[in-house]
Every structure is written in C-alpha cells, then in structure tokens.
C-alpha cells in the first residue's frame, strides 16, 4: 500500500505542477488535482461545485503561492486554504514525525472552532494531527498536545503565549501560514500578537490571507506576512 501511495504522490505532483492557475476551468473540486483522501472527504461533506474565490484561490495556492484572498462573508474562504492545506501537506507525505506543518489564525474562539470542525469533516480521510489552541484549557495540556499536533487552528493571544513560554513547541518546520478573518484580526488589536507570531516563522513558507473586507491595516498585514501574493477579489455579482 505504502508502495501506491508514493506513487500516487508522484502522479499527483505531475499534474500540479502541469496546472496552469490563469487557465482555470475548474468548476467542481472534481475537476482539480486532488488526493484521494481529500477527494473523499468532499464527496462525503457533499462539497461538488467549487465558489468563485475557491475556485480562483485553490489552483493558486496547490502551486505553492502566495494569497490574499478578498471575498465577503458566506463566499466560502474557509475551505479555500483548507484543501490547500490538506493538499500541500499531503504531497509532502507529512507524517506525525514531521511536526507542526501549519498554522492557522484566527481572530476568535468561535470562528477558530468552526475552522477546525470543517477541518475535521473535509480532511477525515487523512491522518494528520490536528488541534485547536484557543485557551479555555491549561496551559500545561495544551503545552503537552502540542508537540504531536501537524495542523494547528489557534487565536493569535494563545498561541503566543505558547511560541513564549512553551520550549518544547518547535515552528522550524512550518510550511504554511493562513491568516484567516484579517481584518477582524487587526479591528480586534491583534496586529504586535501576529507580528510577532509572524517573526517566530520561518521565513520560507507559503502565507495565505483572507478577509472579507481590504482596508488599509490588512494591506499592513499582508506587507509583513506575504511574499508576491496573488490577489484574489471575489466581487458579488452586479
Ligand atoms: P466565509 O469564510 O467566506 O465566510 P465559509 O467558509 O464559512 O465562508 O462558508 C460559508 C458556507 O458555505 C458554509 O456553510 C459552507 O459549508 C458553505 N460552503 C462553502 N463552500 C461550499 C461549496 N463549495 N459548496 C457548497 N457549500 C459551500
Ligand atoms: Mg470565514
């Protein structure tokens, strides 16, 4: 099995790399190049037809880029970095001994537990560890999770606190970002927090930012935490 599964790897690796993101006719996440396990897990969450910023955010981010996205709320942004996410780590045959793979912020408890349960639901197939680092619970169980999880969903204040007083808790190994909710993030006071989140991150990595609206500190944001992003605004239909 281990066998099939490389070189399913490989095949998938191929037609990434063969997919042209300006030459996107993808309407159902059917027509993507995606790993069974992620497929699976949509056809189960009855997830076909992709939304506009999904379908224009997704072929972007499984290359490797970049991403602001920019779409109101209810367009869907959760599972556009989500199927990245499961994808990009997938194709890199992350396993529990590669730790923390990627990190998602969000600005409140509830929207950070929302995030996990789709995460939950869409990626059932797959095996990473993935938690919730929202507070609520000691430090010291959180402290002890942490170091197995794969996938974090956190709230800026907690996850800080761990990157501080956690020494155990190692980001070396981090290959993406996701800001989710950027402009509540920065309406909520959190810009010094993810800052200095942001610094604790290795530099090579992919960042992908959402907000439902673009005001001027989610542009500060993005300068700090982005690299060549690709815009993606998603307008409502005149
Ligand atoms: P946003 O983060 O942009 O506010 P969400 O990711 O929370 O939006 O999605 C809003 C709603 O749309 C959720 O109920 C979600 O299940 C649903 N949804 C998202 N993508 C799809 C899709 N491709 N097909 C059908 N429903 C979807
Ligand atoms: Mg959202």
């Known amino acids: 099995k281990r066998k099939r599964d490389a070189e399913d790897v490989v095949a998938l690796e191929q037609q990434v790399a063969n997919l042209d993101p300006r030459e996107v006719s993808a309407k159902?996440?059917?027509?993507?190049?995606?790993?069974?396990?992620?497929?699976?897990?949509?056809?189960?969450?009855?997830?076909?037809?992709?939304?506009?910023?999904?379908?224009?955010?997704?072929?972007?981010?499984?290359?490797?880029?970049?991403?602001?996205?920019?779409?109101?709320?209810?367009?869907?942004?959760?599972?556009?970095?989500?199927?990245p996410v499961l994808e990009n780590l997938y194709r890199k045959r992350w396993t529990s001994m590669d730790g923390l793979g990627v990190l998602i912020i969000s600005p409140t408890r509830e929207l950070a537990i929302q995030i996990f349960d789709v995460l939950r639901k869409v990626g059932r197939y797959h095996s990473f560890a993935a938690g919730l680092v929202i507070g609520g619970k000691s430090l010291r169980e959180e402290q002890e999770r942490l170091g197995r999880m794969n996938i974090l969903v956190c709230t800026p204040g907690r996850m800080l606190q761990h990157m501080d007083q956690t020494a155990s808790?190692?980001?070396n190994n981090l290959q993406m970002l996701v800001l989710d909710e950027a402009d509540r993030i920065m309406d909520m006071g959190f810009q010094t927090t993810v800052d200095a989140i942001v610094e604790h991150l290795?530099?090579?990595r992919q960042t992908l930012l959402f907000s439902a609206t673009q005001t001027r500190k989610v542009s500060d944001l993005a300068r700090l935490s982005l690299r060549e992003p690709e815009y993606v605004s998603v307008h409502e239909a005149a």
């Open 202 to 204: 290795p530099k090579e």
């Open 169 to 171: 808790f190692d980001v």
């Open 28 to 83: 159902d996440f059917a027509d993507l190049p995606l790993s069974q396990p992620t497929a699976s897990g949509l056809e189960a969450s009855h997830f076909k037809t992709m939304t506009d910023v999904q379908a224009k955010v997704i072929p972007l981010a499984l290359k490797g880029a970049d991403c602001l996205g920019a779409a109101k709320t209810g367009s869907g942004k959760t599972l556009a970095f989500l199927i």
